[in-house]
């Protein structure tokens, strides 16, 4: 790894805030919903942040991708401290039911589920139909836990979702296993145009999970709710995470220095 990839973002008819090595998009969540056509969303939070600083093919896939939201309230409040502020926070846990919703009436957009526990992304299915009422999500599949590394679970769900009929493929696998497998893939799949990375969105899709109350979103105690309700799932992470806050105050200073990662193409 010997050159530093500074490019300028890719120019977007809407403003950018550059965070670290990626560029948020300035979208609320209703622009965000009117101009998702087509294209890959990454929703950025610390986790990764964090990740973005040290794994070259998940920066790659952030580089690649159409949309990228504050998925977090402490991206979204960093970003105002050193003078670049984004006007919302958007997470990809309020994307799923505002996308459903907002395209309740479309029938050009058919969702496929990916990803979380066998069983979870069917009841996800289920209830966000029973919600919109229509069929709008025509597929779910809870892969095995090798999924990403077998080449022929893989191709059987590459095949379930072309079969389909999905336009909208939305993954639940974990960062960075999602973006990457998206980034990956979404060539395979022709008939699908836009791609989400959500991951734990299906739990909460589906009731198996319950979601931090809405006065701990707010406030930025989402991640508390979480590792008090599933310890051994977070602690680790957000433990790790601290260390967003150490590089956000060298990019207040001037002192930020992206990691080196080759260049690729776009």
Known sequence: ???IDDDP?????????RLLNIWVDDLTMDELLQRLDAGVV???NLD??????????FF?????ADFITADSKYVYWSLGWMGRPIRERVCGSDIVPAFCEHHRDNPNIKVFLLGAAPGVAQRARERINARVAREIVVGAHGPSMRFVDDEQEIADVLQMVSTSGATALIVGLGAPKQELWIHR???????VKIFMGVGATLDYEAGSVRRAPHWMRSAGLEWLHRVMTEPRRYWRRYLRDIEFFWLVALDRLGLYRAPMFPKSGR
Do not use: S
Not at 60 to 64: L, W
């Open 1 to 3: 790894m010997t050159e």
């Open 9 to 17: 973002p890719l120019p977007r008819p809407w403003p950018r805030r």
């Open 42 to 44: 990454c929703t950025a």
């Open 48 to 57: 990764h942040l964090y990740l973005l600083q040290r794994n070259p093919e």
């Open 60 to 64: 790659d896939a952030y580089r690649h």
């Open 185 to 191: 893939y979404r060539g395979a799949m022709p008939g």
